[in-house]
């Protein structure tokens, strides 16, 4: 890695996470900008088509309206996948992923834990969302604490480890390899952005069904 580039990574790790954020977002309003109609056309096709899995994980889940729900975990998947997709890029500085600089994942893992009270309080209230924090037992709060340094620590590890092997990749070997290395790349960019909202899905889900429980047996 060049000397002005690694003295400049935390503002590259800024500006690559929000250049992401202002992709994902015109590709938003691109999708969306029809609206959503009884006879989906070809843009809806593709909303539905990306927003599937989510809604059938939100209704798994019991919950009266499935909007909050697909939204947290949809923002979290795109934004992940979408900073490991930087990863193969040819351009640097752009193909730094920010999920390889640890800050980046500690962000993520605590926008799921918080994220998760919040939605929680959506559907249960903030007494009861706050309340999931200490009980049974005040324990619970190291449970949650254990939950952030699980998802950013195996996010940070496998994306971290995959671009730390194409930087000495790179520098034996500057055309052919790299290229077979970025495609077996695509296996952990695609799983670890899985992984982490499915593990975000299951919080979500433990949370609410958790308070469900306290409200029938009160």
């Not at 620590?153 to 995959?162: A, Q, S, T, V, Y």
């Amino acid at each position: 890695m060049p000397q002005a580039i690694a003295h400049n990574l935390p503002y590259i790790t800024i500006f690559n996470f929000l250049l992401v954020c202002i992709i994902l977002t015109i590709l938003a309003v691109i999708l969306s900008k029809d609206g959503f109609k009884e006879v989906p056309g070809e843009r809806q096709n593709i909303a539905e088509f990306c927003l599937d899995w989510f809604f059938d994980k939100a209704s798994d889940m019991g919950v009266s309206s499935t909007k909050t729900v697909v939204a947290f975990l949809a923002s979290l998947f795109f934004v992940i996948l979408f900073c490991n997709l930087l990863l193969i890029l040819p351009l640097s500085p752009f193909n730094i992923p920010p999920t390889s600089y640890y800050s980046v994942p500690l962000a993520l893992a605590l926008c799921s834990i918080f994220g998760t009270i919040i939605v929680t309080g959506v559907y249960r209230g903030s007494l009861n969302a706050v309340k999931h924090l200490f009980w049974p037992n005040p324990l619970q709060l190291i449970s949650e604490a254990g939950h952030i340094l699980s998802l950013s620590l195996r996010l940070f590890g496998n994306i971290g480890g995959e671009y730390a092997v194409s930087i000495q990749v790179l520098k034996v070997a500057p055309y052919g390899i790299p290229v077979v290395i970025h495609l077996i790349g695509l296996i952990p960019v695609f799983i670890q952005a899985f992984v982490f909202t499915l593990l975000t899905s299951t919080f979500v889900a433990g949370a609410i069904h958790h308070e469900e429980t306290k409200t029938s047996k009160a």
